[in-house]
């Protein structure tokens, strides 16, 4: 598919100015060809180059006046996000194979102008001395602060240097990683004896070769219900395998490459090892936290993951009549006996839940709870966008009548797509600058429907586009989810409750084009008790996640496969020879390096605020109130603090853990 081209005019301001009717202020993503990259990133950074340096030539006296000092950086961090902002998005989603690459040799320049930008002396220097006026500010300089001195702003010239270099060479493993996980678009062959048991509609939507084969690749839609109703079990061990080294056998090499450097970068900073570094400026402050705080999840975790286990094995030595003894329960059986179990016991066939939530209907339905909750509406614009299946939206507020912002959804996959669910705040908030927010929703759906899994997913990631939009801070840089890393995921994590309750979930049949069955009591009741099935599996793999991640940036050295091995060798589950996991594991190569534990970490917040709501779901007062207190506020407080202030106590782990062993109440 060609992309429209848009004619830039002047750059880099141009990168998000509208693109619609001149006379609106809508702020839009542009569409840009290949050929256009290289020049529009240039002369960004060439502009950016220049704000940096007025901002480093203010005079002392200038430069100790908040306001201005504040202002000025204001306006180079919304200049470097406009720039910044479409290469990020364009390059996980455009079609255009050439059009990403060229995006992504683009921010890696992009990341070397922040690095030289953190690093200034005359900057750092101005940070240290001016006196904020408010809390805000506060906050917002001793955030700065940390990001310059993160950059290496206080270290000697030889370091800021080396530092620089890192930096750069992690930022290109990150793409290549990124890259060859995405663009893998290998198709495994199976015949129609290994595809029996899968839904009729799968079947009709995959593609075959000449000799009636079926060509299955790596999309969600594709992999997850093959592993959940393919009956041969040798074909799902071999898609398992597949999918598990879908990040080919070169990304292992590259996740040692970036142990090695990060290890080297917590060195510069006179620091045992990265999580200590990175770790530092979380919640959690040190390593000796989270391992405490993955103990306890370890604890409540172990029998109960074993005894599901134990029920599946039963489950299929009863359902294949084999002996218990020589039943067992392998990594490729523990989706598809799980779903097998869940139809049996509580009549839940995830396929089947696709009726009730159709796709387009799924997302239409979470606008309006979030439109009654938040005192929002969201309208439904026609503009350029990269693809077909591409809609924007307008936010606006509905007290005041303001759009506040705006809203893409990319809800299918698409060879060359990236692969999971993702929320990209690509535009974030300034009242000063009188800026609004976009935000992109990412995601690779079946089309037809989603199954209760898929719907919380949605709902979760439609939760950090909503921390976006929705933010009202004073200062980008504080914009929407720039909060600490193990607290990002609560708000998201909280909102997955929405996709559970009757409360919300009746409503979603009013959005269906044809009939749909509406979600009642006793659907609820089943659904309730076949999600209480494989909390143990759940939280013990994502602790396995979580302690995988910490293992590697604790540690020296080490050969990224080996540790993964031996741990995952050491679960109930065992470790299936020939699977290299961490070739696919992007999280612990990008954002989440020693912050995995995060998901968990923010999860205990996110269930310890649901308790405001108690049993009125789609109360728009609490709603309200946590929309001003936790959305709105961005980062302009610590995550604890927000919580705090919306509890009116302290934050307690009680619901969390109750949650692992099935004693949460609404």
């Not at 996991?581 to 998901?599: K, L, T, V, W």
Request: net charge neutral.
């Amino acid at each position: 598919m060609k992309l429209p081209v848009l004619t830039m005019l002047l750059a880099p301001l141009a990168l998000m100015a509208n693109v619609a009717a001149a006379e609106s202020s809508r702020p839009l993503i542009p569409l840009i060809d290949a050929a256009q990259v290289a020049p529009l990133c240039q002369s960004g950074l060439a502009d950016l180059r220049l704000r940096a340096a007025a901002m480093a030539a203010l005079s002392p006296e200038k430069a100790r006046d908040a306001g201005v000092l504040f202002g000025e950086w204001n306006r180079l961090q919304i200049a470097l996000q406009d720039v910044e902002g479409p290469f990020d998005i364009l390059s996980n989603v455009s079609p255009d194979k050439a059009t990403r690459s060229a995006m992504e040799a683009c921010l890696v320049d992009i990341s070397q102008f922040e690095t030289d930008l953190n690093q200034n002396p005359v900057v750092y220097a101005q940070f240290k001395a001016v006196t904020p006026r408010d809390a805000i500010e506060t906050k917002l300089r001793q955030d700065v602060l940390d990001r310059l001195e993160d950059t290496g702003a206080a270290l000697a010239p030889a370091q800021q240097a080396r530092l620089k270099a890192i930096l750069k060479q992690l930022e290109e493993l990150g793409q290549a990683f990124a890259r060859n996980v995405r663009d893998n678009s290998t198709q495994q062959v199976f015949s129609a004896q290994e595809v029996t048991g899968l839904p009729a509609d799968y079947l009709a939507r995959a593609k075959r070769d000449d000799k009636g084969n079926y060509l299955l690749g790596y999309a969600t839609p594709e992999y997850l219900p093959f592993m959940e109703y393919a009956d041969d079990a040798s074909a799902r061990k071999r898609y398992q395998a597949a999918y598990t080294n879908r990040g080919t056998a070169a990304n292992p090499p590259m996740l040692k490459e970036a142990m090695a450097l990060r290890q080297e970068l917590a060195g510069l900073f006179g620091l045992p090892t990265y999580a200590d570094f990175a770790i530092r400026r979380r919640m959690a402050k040190t390593p000796g936290a989270v391992f405490a705080f993955l103990d306890e999840v370890q604890s409540a975790v172990t029998a109960l993951e074993k005894k599901e286990i134990a029920e599946l094995r039963a489950f299929k030595a009863e359902t294949l009549k084999t002996a218990l003894a020589d039943t067992r329960i392998e990594r490729w059986d523990a989706g598809y006996w799980q779903q097998k179990l869940k139809k049996a016991r509580y009549d839940v066939d995830q396929n089947a839940l696709r009726a009730y939530f159709p796709t387009p209907a799924a997302l239409a339905w979470i606008m309006d709870v979030s439109a009654r909750l938040y005192g929002v509406s969201f309208t439904r614009v026609d503009v350029p966008v990269w693809h077909a299946d591409v809609h924007y939206y307008d936010v606006f507020d509905t007290k005041s009548a303001q759009r506040i912002g705006g809203i893409y959804l990319d809800p299918f996959p698409r060879e060359g797509k990236y692969g999971h669910a993702a929320a990209f705040g690509i535009r974030g908030v300034s009242t000063l600058a009188q800026r609004t927010p976009v935000s992109v929703l990412v995601t690779n759906f079946n089309r037809t429907g989603l199954s209760s899994d898929e719907l919380e997913t949605m709902v979760h990631e439609f939760g950090h586009v909503l921390h976006g939009v929705l933010s009202q801070t004073r200062y980008v840089s504080q914009a929407g989810t720039r909060v600490e890393r193990d607290f990002v995921e609560a708000p998201s994590q909280m909102y997955e409750e929405w996709a559970r309750r009757k409360e919300s979930l009746v409503s979603l049949a009013n959005f269906c084009s044809t009939p749909c069955p509406v979600v009642d009591n006793a659907l609820l009741s089943r659904l309730t008790a076949a999600h209480n099935f494989g909390r143990g599996l759940r939280y013990g793999r994502q602790l396995l996640y979580a302690r995988y991640d910490m293992n590697v940036y604790t540690m020296k050295s080490g050969d990224p496969l080996a540790i993964w091995n031996t741990m995952e060798a050491a679960t109930p589950l065992g470790h299936v020879a020939g699977t290299e996991f961490p070739g696919q594991f992007g999280h612990i190569m990008g954002g989440y390096s020693a912050g995995y534990y995060g998901y968990m970490w923010s999860e205990v917040l996110a269930l310890d605020m649901l308790s405001a709501y108690q049993d009125k779901l789609m109360d728009p007062v609490v709603g309200q109130r946590y929309r001003q207190t936790i959305l709105s506020r961005g980062g302009e407080l610590r995550g604890a603090d927000m919580v705090r202030e919306f509890l009116g106590r302290a934050p307690d782990s009680k619901a969390f853990f109750d949650e692992i062993s099935g004693q949460r109440l609404h």
